[in-house]
């Protein structure tokens, strides 16, 4: 048989493998269009362009890291212990609360917990001082989890901190993750490795072996202090959060005690032993109350197929009443999400959401132009705030409920990174935080359909090219 019949046939057969793949695992399809009709039209280059693009390595390699991660059981000792007794009985809550409250109960499968007091704690010049004194005043256990830990003025501070905690006889711990480290300077961990302090990296970065991954990242951010208080938020440690002139963010971060820190720790632990390979024995967790709010941790991963904090966002958004508000530094939303917030609009809810005005990722800030077009027409508004560059993310539905955490609005934090959330069911926090954002609007520069269908054609042009490439910016 010819050389040339023997390559045809190969190709054949591989255009049908490519195009079977795409029928069975694609969700949309128009999608699984595309890429059967590719395939099967371009047998070379249609499935090459699927296996570089259209096969989903992210979500596999995370579940098989998590396969890898069970068969070693050293999580066995740490599971998490059943919180219903800290629940308020749902009967005493609002009709309104109570709706929400179940969504995230069937996204998570866990129950809020009552008792817990939240503060949140707006720029770095609040959020770090709390921080650091919660170190210095540490007296059995700090954990201590960030993207990005710089080795600036503020990061240099919290290293001194966690090293006198240290030398106290506080048992310290610190997890960075892979690719934040190299931003951060790899000395940061051997710095406190020098200093005795258990550190770990979250999938470090390498060339030999190669271990390059963009994506897989633990975008998480959070502090646990003697199983008592623990902040969590947007807030990386770092001088950005804390300076003034162009370089300066502005953030909110939140100082959480009550029974709610527990979670915290415990996602800490499950994160450390994903990364180390084996435990680090975690100290008791004292569950005092310290107020009446209702809260729960949403983690998310690529590992997770649910989704939940996807999932838990549009069914939110698809249950308010009154109002949405959205404040994120990135707006990247899923055809899903777009649905729920034009639906809610058209139902006359007021839906709100505030951006930077000049983005640190332009690139980015060009795609989301791309979907404000039939948002505006459904009856959303969208604010550019000023600068500094918000770095704020937010969400506020009916005036009672509240989630904020790490998650941006973008397939990057709600696909491809780990992520943590917070879930608040509390009218008097939704007020402090409503006041902050309907301030923020009176501050900002709305923007209207008229701006948007009379930009000129080739920025148009280059808003949508970036746009094609949303799911992986």
């Known amino acids: 048989m010819s050389p040339y019949v023997l390559l045809f046939n190969f190709f054949f057969v591989l255009s049908l493998l490519g195009a079977g ?47 890898e991660f069970e068969q070693k059981n050293v999580m066995g000792h740490l599971k998490p212990p059943d919180h219903r007794a800290h629940t308020c009985m749902l009967r005493e809550l609002p009709e309104e609360i109570v709706m929400l409250e179940k969504i995230g109960r069937a ?26 004194d919660a170190i210095k005043n540490a007296r059995e256990s700090v954990y201590l989890s960030t993207f990005l830990l710089n080795k600036d003025t503020v990061g240099k501070q919290f290293i001194q901190n966690l090293v006198a905690a240290h030398k106290r006889g506080v048992h310290v711990a610190v997890l960075i993750d892979g690719f934040g480290l190299l931003l951060s300077w790899r000395s940061v961990v051997r710095l406190l490795r020098r200093h005795g302090i258990p550190s770990t990296v979250f999938l470090p970065l390498s060339l030999l072996p190669p271990q390059i991954r963009l ?53 800490f632990m499950e994160d450390w032993a994903f990364a180390k390979g084996k435990a680090h024995q975690p100290l008791p ?6 107020g009446e709010i209702l809260a729960r941790v949403i983690k998310d991963g690529p590992d997770n197929p649910d989704n939940p904090l996807h999932t838990s966002i549009i069914a939110t958004i698809s249950a308010a009443k009154h109002s949405v508000r959205i404040m994120t530094p990135y707006f990247l ?22 951006l930077p005005a000049k983005s640190n990722w332009p690139f980015v800030q060009w795609a989301s132009r791309n979907y404000f077009k039939g948002l505006l027409e459904s009856g959303v508004r ?60 009176r501050r900002s520069q709305e923007i209207t359909h008229r701006e948007m269908i009379s930009r000129p054609l080739p920025v148009r042009i280059r808003d949508a090219f970036f746009w094609l490439f949303s799911p992986y910016l």
């Open 21 to 67: 793949h795409a029928l069975l695992t694609r969700k949309q399809p128009n999608s699984a269009l595309v890429w059967v009709t590719l395939c099967l039209s371009l047998p070379v280059v249609g499935v090459l362009a699927y296996i570089i693009f259209g096969v989903n390595r992210v979500r596999r390699s995370a579940t098989r890291l998590r396969e």
């Open 107 to 132: 996204m998570t499968g866990t129950f809020p917990l009552k008792g817990n007091s939240i503060q949140p704690l707006f720029n770095g010049q609040l959020a770090y001082p709390a921080m650091l």
């Open 215 to 267: 994506n897989l990242r633990n975008h998480r951010k959070l502090l646990a202090v003697d199983g008592k208080v623990g902040f969590t938020g947007g807030m990386n440690i770092g001088g950005t959060h804390d300076a003034k002139g162009h370089q300066r963010l502005s953030d909110i971060h939140y100082k959480l005690t009550g029974p709610i820190v527990s979670q915290l720790q415990q996602i």
């Open 285 to 290: 967790a004292p569950m005092d109350h310290t």
């Open 333 to 354: 939303p899923s055809a899903e999400l777009i649905s729920a917030l034009s639906i809610a609009a058209l139902r006359d809810v007021a839906v709100t959401i505030i």
């Open 382 to 441: 969208i604010f550019y705030q000023p600068q500094p560059f918000c770095h704020t993310k937010l969400l506020i539905v009916d005036d009672c409920y509240v989630q904020f955490g790490s998650a941006n609005m973008d397939p990057r934090s709600l696909m491809l990174n780990f992520e943590l959330n917070v879930e608040v069911l509390d009218m008097d926090l939704a007020q402090q935080l409503i006041a902050h954002v309907d301030d923020t609007v």
